[in-house]
């Protein structure tokens, strides 16, 4: 009981935003959608001839921009959304917030 002394001291405090981590995971999020596209295009442009880079770097940015917006239609609300009707109430979020509905 003793070693718990310690975790129990801030059990009584909540949790609330800093704004400077918030703003680093917003930058670093952004950086890595800026390197993503490019370093793949460039990664799988080696892999293939010459004449073929320009239609590799171009199914890799579709690829990408194709991800982005399913993540937006349905990927957020089931990855973050809530559902109590189903098996899987904690593993896979309902379309509450379908389209991005619903966030403040």
Known sequence: MALLLPI???ADE???LNSGDTAWMMVSTALVLLMTPAGL????SGMTRTK?????FSMVMVA???TFVVWIIAGY????GT???TMMQNVVGGFDNFFLSGIG
């Open 52 to 56: 073929n880079s320009l239609n590799t």
């Open 83 to 85: 559902n109590e009707n």
């Open 64 to 66: 990408f921009v194709v």
């Open 14 to 16: 909540t949790p609330t």
């Open 8 to 10: 129990l001291a801030f």
């Open 77 to 80: 609300s089931l990855a973050f």
């Open 41 to 44: 295009a460039l990664f799988y």
